[in-house]
């Protein structure tokens, strides 16, 4: 019986051990998903090269978008979609 709830507590440890990573894995491949169509060959370099956050990313190339179109432009609503 000692040996079962060993067992459980293990397997439990190791979900939460794993969890965030594996969230953050589906959550970058969502965001490529959806970026994947409007990035150039130099975007995908930039995201396959990116440390940090999906989302993080996806506010990035909207906002350097703002600065070189303006700020709501319709040229950036394609970066939107991916981090609404």
């Known amino acids: 019986m000692l040996r079962v709830i060993g067992i459980v507590f293990g397997l439990l440890f190791l979900i939460l051990v794993i969890y965030p990573f594996a969230q953050d894995a589906y959550q970058r491949y969502e965001v490529g998903q959806r970026l994947n169509a409007v990035m150039d060959t130099q975007e995908r370099a930039e995201f396959r090269q990116w ?3 999906a989302m993080s990313f ?7 978008c703002e600065l070189t179109w303006g700020r709501s432009a319709v040229q950036c609503e394609r970066y939107r979609s991916a981090f609404e």
């Open 51 to 53: 440390n940090g956050d």
């Open 58 to 64: 996806a506010r990035r190339l909207y906002d350097r």
